[in-house]
């Protein structure tokens, strides 16, 4: 009997990664408070639930792509979360680049939770359009044995890494370590224009120099630093602020990465753009 994959967060990676849970043929559940994603998901052949609780309660696999730990607390926990109203044996896998701590408060918030496993993702829409995202995962090897199948409708490779947390811890130096060189990309294109190099032309000639990197690709790709910044320093100043929130957990120092993170010229410290 095939698993009922239920699905929260339907946002801009949330919803194409549905569609292809969908298109590989699992049954697949979804909550969302949108009307017109909800219209949209119906319509590609996804049953919708009525409340967090409703989805939780009829999910065997239960997957969350939400943007923040807060967003994973408040939908969590409580008695209408999805811990507290979890199907007997599910699993509960978190999409969500966030802190250990959350999904240890997720697991004891109730005296028979779901099994939780951590898999941050790695990639963009097109990345999971194309079924190669990558997804880090984390926890019972057999829980991780069973999900996989199902992560693969969208991700590829799947790379189970250990202990519950351990993707986490993972994903965090990734992210820390792309900003940290997202930074020294800005100031490369700084120095550049010192220089007289034009920024378009320093990052075109990158892709085939020593010094070619994700960050100088997709810089490139979308158009330049500045459309850089405004495409990934939301999504890079909140994985840096819980990247920090992680190394206070755990009483570690951030180091040299932490430096040019603070120190690069684009704002991808909450405070140096202007957010709370």
Not at 20 to 35: C, D, F, P
Not at 72 to 91: H, M, Q, V, W, Y
């Amino acid at each position: 009997m095939a698993n009922t994959v239920g699905f929260l967060g339907a946002g801009q990676l949330g919803e194409p990664m549905i569609k292809r849970l969908l298109g590989a043929g699992n049954e697949a559940v979804v909550y969302t408070r949108r009307e017109e994603v909800r219209r949209r998901l119906e319509v590609s052949g996804a049953a919708t639930a009525d409340s967090v609780a409703d989805l939780a309660r009829g999910s065997d696999i239960l997957i969350c792509c939400l943007f923040s730990d807060t967003q994973l607390r408040e939908t969590g926990l409580g008695s209408d979360g999805f811990i507290a109203n979890a199907k007997p044996g599910a699993i509960f896998v978190s999409h969500t680049t966030g802190t250990l701590s959350t999904l240890e408060a997720l697991r004891d918030g109730s005296p028979a939770p779901p099994v939780i496993l951590d898999a941050p993702v790695s990639g963009t829409v097109e990345n999971i359009t194309a079924g190669n995202l990558t997804v880090l995962i984390g926890g019972p090897s057999d829980a991780v044995a069973a999900v996989t199948p199902i992560l693969r409708a969208y991700a590829d490779p799947v790379v189970a890494t250990g202990a519950l947390g351990s993707a986490l811890a993972l994903k965090l130096i990734n992210n820390l370590l792309f900003a940290a060189n997202a930074q020294l990309l800005a100031a490369a294109t700084q120095l550049g224009d010192r220089l007289s190099v034009a920024p378009e032309v320093l990052l075109s000639t990158l892709q085939v120099c020593s010094a070619r990197s994700h960050a100088a690709e997709q810089a490139h790709r979308v158009g330049g630093m500045d459309r850089f910044a405004e495409l990934a320093g939301p999504f890079l100043r909140k994985d840096i602020a819980a990247c920090r929130e992680a190394a206070a957990e755990a009483g570690v120092e951030l180091g040299l990465l932490d430096t040019a993170v603070r120190e690069g010229p684009l704002a991808l410290d909450h405070a140096s753009a202007g957010t709370p």
